[in-house]
């Protein structure tokens, strides 16, 4: 009973942060040694997130530490994990910090050793179903979530989908589009749509020729240039962003529930500035950068103490719709992948 007990304190207690002192910033705390962070002068970060967005989260951290240079590289996250696979394969350890929208890549590396283990003072903010098991390896970033949307000078509101089911609907033949394989958050809509509405659902949905694109930015211009009526797995973050810019855009939140995914971060093992690593891992996952990267990229935050993004409602008014367990849901990506991959063209 004693051995049961201890055991259970372990499992509950709050992980011990990479330092016994942390020292506090402006606005976060951090483990890292800051001036060696600053001898290192740069900081390298792999991740799916569109360049534009990406380059301003990036300036902000610049902005605070202008000492330390940053730089990245861009790609879907199924396209980015093969791409660093095949780097660290060749003994090219190039990022210090990764971001993923796909938690089934983050296990892996986590079992391949690509995480160096740092356990942020920030973690605190973070549930433990947020962070790595065990946790210091990776934690969520953000929260992606997704709906449906539609140019309205092209449909109607009576027109519009209301739901993920009217995406069968013959009238988008050749006239909707979608996410590729490699995004994290189409695998989730295609696993969570199939076991609404069976397999049935995504062979009628392939007959209409959905065009499949690596990111919601090609999605949404697509649909504003009246390509395209309507975006079936898109972005809330990309609807505010084009919102702000006066496109032509409704969003639908579809009665099934908006479909959510996170994405997450951690420090790379071998990474080749590794303090620089721990500093901008503690500024992006504290309030400062949860709060530039929920305006720039305007994804929700997992913090509860940051804003929604800008133009964005509260999260909670939502009802979304996560993986309930990971398990189940990951052992399909062979699947989802095969089978996606005859769908969109």
């Known amino acids: 009973m004693r051995k049961l007990l201890f055991v259970l304190a372990l499992l509950l207690a709050p992980p011990a942060w990479a330092c016994d002192h942390p020292r506090q910033m402006d606005g976060f705390k951090t483990c890292a040694d800051v001036e060696k962070a600053f001898a290192e002068g740069a900081m390298v970060l792999y991740a799916p997130d569109p360049e ?4 301003k989260y990036l300036a902000a951290f610049h902005a605070a530490f202008p000492r330390i240079e940053t730089n990245s590289m861009r790609l879907q996250t199924g396209a ?15 990022p210090d910090t990764l971001i993923l929208t796909e938690v089934g890549f983050a296990i892996d590396l986590q079992k391949r050793g690509g995480y160096a283990h740092y356990m942020s003072p920030e973690s605190d903010a973070y549930k433990p179903y947020q962070r790595s098991t065990p946790p210091g390896y990776y934690t969520w970033d953000n929260v992606i979530i997704a709906g449906i949307a539609y140019n309205p000078t092209l449909l109607t509101p009576e027109q519009a989908p209301k739901r993920f089911k009217d995406l069968i609907n013959p ?3 050749n006239g909707v589009n979608t996410k590729l394989s490699t995004s994290g958050l189409q695998h989730f809509t295609w696993y969570y749509l199939k076991s609404l509405y069976g397999d ?33 797995m898109a972005q809330y973050s990309g609807y505010l962003i084009a ?37 901008f891992l503690d500024w992006y ?4 950068g949860q709060t530039v990267m929920a305006n ?3 994804n929700y935050s997992a913090r509860a103490d940051v804003a929604p993004p ?13 993986p309930e367990d990971w398990e189940p849901f990951l052992k399909t990506h062979t699947q989802f992948v095969k089978e996606w991959d005859k769908i969109v063209v």
Request: avoid cysteine; charge should be positive; glycine fraction near 10%.
């Open 52 to 55: 534009a967005e990406m380059a």
């Open 80 to 94: 980015l994990y093969a791409r660093l696979l095949a780097e660290r394969q060749g003994k090219a350890y190039i």
């Open 171 to 173: 009238l988008w033949a």
């Open 200 to 232: 049935d659902f995504w062979k009628k949905f392939a007959a209409l020729e959905p065009r499949g694109f690596d990111s919601y930015v090609q999605q949404f211009d697509r649909m504003v240039s009246g390509q395209d009526k309507v975006v079936a």
């Open 243 to 279: 919102k702000a810019k006066g496109a032509p855009i409704t969003f639908v939140i579809p009665e099934e529930g908006m479909i959510g995914v996170p994405g997450v971060m951690g420090v790379m093992d071998h990474a080749p500035h590794p303090e620089a690593a721990r500093l």
């Open 285 to 288: 996952l504290g309030v400062p």
């Open 296 to 298: 720039t990229i305007r």
């Open 310 to 322: 800008m133009g964005g409602v509260p999260i909670s008014t939502f009802k979304l719709v996560v």
